[in-house]
């Protein structure tokens, strides 16, 4: 069946973005568990990963790609799962309302409410994360919260994002109709968060974000351009990182556990994390990746 991402429905894409996720992903750590987290009031619930010897009092709020309408927890489990292994930092990948059956500020609020629901639990510190659509829910979280519980995020690891930007050099060379990701299909996908999301997008506040931010861009990804301009944005933060993957495009962390690139670009993640001192000093060194064959 023929997918496309302006003009299948949302029920067609989501299935198809979970068949993808599924023939890419690669096998996940066996020391890290998974385990199912209830839904509870505003909190959607989700999917949490627990390494061995876990950080006491920090850990990762995760939030799935698919272009606001498709993804969830389970169809990201490599990413999320290689993220708690490699870091030593649990990670919440949470459950977000999708588009266009819950337009912004849906998705707004419900990552605000995930970054609620762990610190009831006891964690202090906060890395807020995300891939694609995920990275820009990341930063509609970090808008959300109060004085206080911003306070505690340690950083935002924004990978490979989408931040509402539809023209530019990358879409021109890279974006197509097939891949989703050219100017006619991004205004598509866009508008499916309604029309409260055109004055919300991360490029406008990006000026505003105080936290340490590591941005990921694949060098072949059509929206590369959004995270190149993020990056501008956010000012001059020594502690902040913009990081290229050489040869790579738009969700290629989805082979996460066999890709070797995939690997690397984790690692790098884990050891900026562990600089910044949002990790253990010790925890980064102690959990490698698999040896993965190119």
């Known amino acids: 069946m023929s997918v496309s991402w302006a003009t299948s429905s949302p029920a067609e894409l989501r299935a198809h973005h979970a068949r993808d996720a599924e023939e890419r992903a690669g096998p996940l750590p066996d020391d890290v568990s998974e385990s199912m987290v209830e839904e509870a009031g505003a909190f959607r619930g989700g999917l949490l990963f627990t390494p061995p010897d876990p950080s006491p009092d920090a850990a990762i709020v995760y939030f799935h790609g698919g272009g606001f309408v498709a993804g969830s927890p389970a169809s990201h489990r490599g990413v999320t799962a290689w993220l708690a292994k490699l870091t030593g930092m649990r990670v919440l990948s949470a459950r977000y309302r999708l588009a266009p059956e819950h337009p912004f500020p849906a998705q707004r609020e419900d990552a605000v409410a995930a970054c609620a629901a762990l610190a009831g639990i006891g964690v202090d510190r906060l890395v807020l994360a995300g891939d694609s659509a995920g990275a820009c829910v990341a930063l509609w979280g ?126 790098a993640l884990a050891l900026w994390l562990k600089q910044l001192g949002a990790v253990a000093a010790d925890s980064v060194a102690t959990r490698s990746y698999p040896k993965v064959k190119a």
């Not at 935002?156 to 891949?179: D, K, P």
């Not at 933060?237 to 070797?260: C, I, N």
């Open 142 to 267: 970090l808008q959300g919260l109060d004085p206080e519980r911003r306070t505690r995020v340690a950083g935002v690891a924004l990978l490979y994002g989408g931040f509402g930007g539809i023209e530019g050099g990358s879409i021109a060379r890279n974006g197509t109709a097939e891949n989703g990701l050219d100017a006619a299909t991004l205004s598509v996908m866009y508008r499916r968060l309604g029309p409260a999301a055109q004055d919300a997008w991360p490029l406008a506040f990006a000026g505003g974000i105080a936290v340490p931010a590591y941005v990921l861009a694949a060098e072949l990804d059509a929206v590369f351009d959004d995270s190149a301009l993020l990056f501008q944005r956010l000012g001059s933060r020594a502690d902040s990182r913009f990081v290229v993957a050489a040869g790579q495009d738009h969700g290629f962390l989805k082979g996460a556990g066999r890709d070797p690139v995939a690997a690397r670009e984790l690692e």
